[in-house]
């Protein structure tokens, strides 16, 4: 299975504040095929942009997931932990 790759794009302080994380959506992910609106996305954490390829593509309601997309998620940066994890999971191949 391949990792999962996220970076963060928040400031050094851990502890206050908002962070960005971005994570590529695998084939075969919890994810892939469904649209923005019928995801359960962690609590805390909204999605703020998708790229898909050279394009960035607002995530509307009704916008759907493609394997190969790289989600960004922001959230309070006290719930790192909690919101990488939940995201590993909904983005990474369940095969």
Do not use: K
């Amino acid at each position: 299975m391949a990792a999962v790759a996220a970076v963060a794009h928040s400031p050094s302080r851990a502890s206050s504040g908002n962070a960005v994380l971005e994570f590529p959506v695998e084939f075969g992910s919890a994810i892939a095929g469904l649209r923005v609106g019928d995801i359960e996305w962690p609590d805390s954490a909204a999605p703020v942009d998708i790229r898909r390829g050279e394009r960035e593509v607002v995530p509307r309601r009704e916008e759907t997931i493609m394997p190969g997309d790289y989600v960004f998620v922001m959230f309070p940066t006290g719930d790192l932990a909690q919101v990488r994890a939940a995201m590993v999971a909904l983005c990474s191949s369940r095969m």
